[in-house]
């Protein structure tokens, strides 16, 4: 079992940056891949970046390249989604989600365990 819970998501200025914090918790953690999701407005569920079970290889969406990184803390604990240059389309609920392989996430986006989310919303 693992929990989830993320944090830093708030009102921001278009063209500001957020971090965002996936604190992992549970059996086993550290062997868990992460995937970071939102949920835009009337919208469904967009995968935005992955990081492998080995806490280095990482995958980006194509609609967020260049802006959204993904990252683990030194602590293994924490996963990051770094956000520059955050635009009004931005504006959503992000979640982050973990299952044993990045492989799964990647072919199903059906990851086993889901956090709470947070509110990002990009004022222009």
């Known amino acids: 079992q693992v929990r989830l819970v993320e944090s830093g998501g708030r009102l921001v200025q278009a063209g500001d940056s957020l971090r965002l914090s996936c604190l992992q918790s549970?059996?086993?953690?550290?062997?868990?891949?992460v995937a970071w999701y939102r949920r835009l407005p009337g919208r469904g569920r967009e995968f935005l970046a992955g990081?492998?079970?080995?806490?280095?290889?990482?995958t980006i969406a194509d609609s967020v390249r260049g802006r959204f990184a993904i990252s683990r803390g030194t602590a293994n604990n924490t996963v990051y989604l770094q956000m520059d240059n955050l635009e009004s389309e931005d504006t959503a609920v992000y979640y982050c989600?973990?299952?044993?392989?990045?492989?799964?996430?990647?072919?199903?986006?059906?990851?086993?365990?889901w956090g709470q989310g947070t509110q990002v919303t990009v004022s222009s």
């Open positions: 549970g059996r086993a953690y550290r062997r868990y891949a």
């Open positions: 990081i492998h079970e080995d806490g280095k290889t990482t």
């Open positions: 989600a973990a299952d044993v392989q990045l492989r799964a996430i990647l072919m199903t986006h059906r990851p086993s365990y």
